[in-house]
């Protein structure tokens, strides 16, 4: 299994600004993804970081909006750009291990 | 491609009720199937899964068998407690472990 910590795990957030979103794993993990769970939605895979190469990106998800970064093999950061209210979700980071997913416990973020 | 079909809630039962949660899948090959749990405020939990045929996943009075001639994953327990609610989501996991696909969820309350 794999225990996953992210920071923040909420805020409150001005439209127009940016937030990173931190996902720390307890082990050395080489699938991290990068999800969004919308109000009462189910979830949104956004991109998929894999160590030492770019993140791949989900359709209608664009790395100017969610630059995503994978410096290591416990560790990854998700950016909300721009911030507007339609991106108020949650934002789970997963790992791939053993052919399961295990998740973070979320940043739920609101933007006003 | 992959896909899953939820049953849509919201479900509302009485405490030690009887549970069913439809869950239908379209897949090539032979794909893992999941159930993922998450409580209020948390991150998903893996509740069971299944990798094969007939294989039956059970966790905290929770079963689902994988039906390959159904193509299928329905959610059972016998006697809900109000612990038990919570939002459920199936989900599968293609051949190669690296793509995970997620139904809508479904959320239950369930009342004393």
Excluded at chain 1, 15 to 42: A, E, K, N
Excluded at chain 2, 30 to 59: C, H, I, M, R
Aim: with cysteine.
């Amino acid at each position: 299994s794999a225990v996953i910590s992210q920071k923040p795990s909420r805020d409150i957030c001005q439209r127009g600004t940016s937030l990173t979103i931190q996902c720390q794993v307890d082990s050395q993990v080489t699938m991290m993804f990068w999800y969004r769970q919308q109000p009462g939605q189910s979830l949104t895979l956004i991109a998929t970081a894999n160590q030492g190469s770019e993140a791949t990106y989900e359709s209608g998800f664009v790395i100017d909006k969610f630059p995503i970064s994978r410096p290591n093999l416990t560790f990854s950061t998700l950016t909300v750009s721009n911030m507007s209210p339609e991106d108020s979700s949650i934002y789970l980071c997963s790992v791939g291990l053993s052919g399961e997913l295990f998740f973070g416990e979320g940043s739920r973020l609101t933007v006003l | 491609g992959d896909s899953v079909t939820q049953m849509e809630g919201p479900v509302t039962l009485s405490e030690e009720a009887f549970l069913t949660i439809n869950c239908t899948y379209t897949a090539t090959g032979y794909p893992s199937l999941f159930w993922y749990v998450q409580y209020p405020g948390e991150g998903l939990q893996l509740l069971l899964k299944a990798t094969k045929a007939d294989d039956k996943g059970s966790n905290k009075g929770f079963e689902a068998t994988y039906r390959k001639e159904t193509t299928s994953f329905h959610l059972e327990k016998g006697s809900v407690q109000v612990s038990d609610s919570a939002v459920y989501f199936c989900a599968l996991s293609d051949r190669t472990g690296n793509q995970f696909y997620f139904g809508t969820g479904t959320s239950l309350t369930v009342i004393p």
